[in-house]
């Protein structure tokens, strides 16, 4: 990798800004193919937007009923599948090519924080705040849980090889691995504590992040080993939940969403301190800072584009990566030589919590 150039306070300059939502966007994802993104509303739609024309594709929106809010959404690694969590326990997955809709087992309460594993067969999701449920995304019943967490839980991703997941919960305070088979606890470090009496009564955004799915087999999390907001982001052994290398330090409140590019070479973070961070993963640096209010992120899977929402807009905003971050991360003979990065097959979905598994 080039030396990287110092961090700098820039402008996030939008290429594209995608309008229709009445509400809030709570959640979004590229498709693999990069063509597309799905995002969901306050405004109880879900909706496909068309990044080549630049709009929506009105015919394929997902109308919710007056009763029913969507609460998060996931997309298969294979594309076929667009899975929508709701309130009331209600979990919809929607066929991409043939636009058939299958219903999953409900829970008893409202289902969010959703992932989809690597081999496309198991959907795990929070229920009642503290509870993690799996489902087999083929036929959409439950295969295992409760899984009983202890805290609110802010970031559930699958391993990559679909045998484990992680959850980051209690606000960045607790990190756990579960066996995704049956409710068995691997490790976990942090605190667990009782909040059920304490939690608020509606759907609020995540005070912490998780990646599973690093190069080299590692756990990425917002994460504060004291009683002190999750501002800072640790790379962890995926096995012993032990930190590796040094921290990402900047930001001042809590880490909000994560996303990170399928070589692992670029990291981008959110947080409620109201900035967008891009860090050069494996030297810690921080290259770049934007402002944006209580912003979400995903990158687009080759990485070449940003897309955010921030808490005072409805919109949706594409944004190109900053060409020197871009020759800083990948040199240009690199760039040239190299398949575009979706081919990789990892996408790239908006992480609430923050936390990211590694490939190895």
């Not at 009445?22 to 979004?28: A, E, Q």
């Not at 301190?273 to 030297?283: G, M, R, V, Y």
């Not at 640096?285 to 912003?295: C, G, K």
């Not at 575009?340 to 097959?345: G, N, S």
């Amino acid at each position: 990798m080039q030396p990287t150039a110092a961090a700098t306070k820039s402008t996030l300059t939008p290429v594209m800004t995608l309008k229709g939502h009445k509400g809030l966007v709570s959640h979004m994802s590229y498709t693999q193919d990069s063509k597309l993104i799905i995002s969901g509303s306050m405004d109880k739609t879900v909706r496909r937007w068309d990044l080549h024309a630049g709009r929506e594709i009105k015919e394929a929106r997902e109308v919710w009923t007056e009763s029913i809010n969507a609460s998060d959404m996931a997309v298969s690694r294979d594309g076929r599948w667009a899975v929508t969590a709701a309130s009331l326990g209600w979990v919809e997955a929607n066929m991409a090519e043939t636009r058939i809709v299958k219903t999953f087992e409900r829970c008893t309460s409202m289902v969010s924080r959703i992932d989809i594993s690597a081999d496309n067969k198991l959907l795990a999701g929070r229920s009642s705040r503290q509870s993690v449920w799996i489902w087999s995304l083929d036929t959409g019943k439950f295969m295992a849980g409760p899984f009983e967490v202890g805290n609110e839980v802010d970031a559930i991703r699958f391993s990559p090889d679909s045998k484990k997941f992680a959850v980051n919960s209690g606000g960045g305070k607790c990190l756990e691995v579960w066996d995704a088979r049956g409710p068995y606890l691997y490790r976990r470090i942090g605190r667990e504590q009782d909040t059920r009496q304490t939690q608020p009564s509606v759907e609020w955004p995540p005070t912490a992040a998780l990646v599973f799915g690093t190069t080299k087999g590692t756990i990425v999390a917002s994460f504060t080993f004291t009683a002190s907001s999750a501002t800072t982001i640790y790379e962890f052994d995926a096995s012993t939940l032990q930190t590796i290398g040094t921290s990402f330090r900047g930001h001042t409140s809590f880490i909000c969403s994560l996303a990170l590019s399928s070589d692992c070479a670029l990291l981008a973070s959110a947080s409620f301190d109201n900035t967008i961070k891009l860090w050069a993963f494996e030297s810690r640096q921080l290259l770049t800072s934007f402002d944006a209010q209580f912003p979400d992120i995903v990158l687009s899977p080759d990485s070449r584009r940003l897309a955010y929402t921030t808490r005072d807009s409805n919109d949706i905003f594409i944004c190109n990566t900053p060409p020197d971050i871009i020759t800083s991360i990948w040199p240009a003979d690199t760039i040239k030589s190299q398949k575009p990065l979706f081919f990789r097959e990892i996408p790239q979905v908006r992480i609430p919590f923050s936390l990211i598994y590694t490939i190895e």
